[in-house]
């Protein structure tokens, strides 16, 4: 059973930038599908961005396109998340999730970490 564990949520401004972590406890198939997901109180969980393990190719959710940028380490398994020009609208739990194939759904992902909150301040 492959453990994702999240890392780097923090407070920020708006405007300012974070950078977030997962590391994979199991080093992922080129074929599996890498993402995150946030969720603010009150909501249902959103998708932010993927990476496909394997040819690196990324996907982002239109609000933080331009914004946010996805990578991986292969070597180190491990996913970042970096953000930039923070909103207010960007803060919640943030999730890390590996998946066998792409997806905006949190149904296309098998496996979560438990989460790094990020709090941005208006």
């Known amino acids: 059973q492959v453990r994702l564990v999240e890392s780097g949520g923090g407070l920020q401004q708006a405007g300012g930038s974070l950078r977030l972590s997962c590391a994979a406890s199991q080093r992922p198939y080129s074929s599996h599908v890498m993402a995150w997901f946030r969720q603010a109180p009150g909501k249902e969980r959103e998708f932010v961005a993927a990476i496909r393990w394997g040819s690196g190719a990324t996907y982002y959710a239109d609000s933080v396109k331009g914004r946010f940028t996805v990578s991986r380490d292969r070597t180190e398994s491990t996913m970042d998340l970096q953000m930039t020009s923070l909103k207010p609208a960007d803060a919640g739990l943030y999730y890390c999730?590996?998946?066998?194939?792409?997806?905006?759904?949190?149904?296309?992902?098998?496996?979560w970490g438990p989460g790094t909150q990020v709090t941005v301040s208006s």
């Open positions: 999730a590996r998946g066998n194939s792409y997806g905006v759904s949190p149904a296309s992902y098998l496996h």
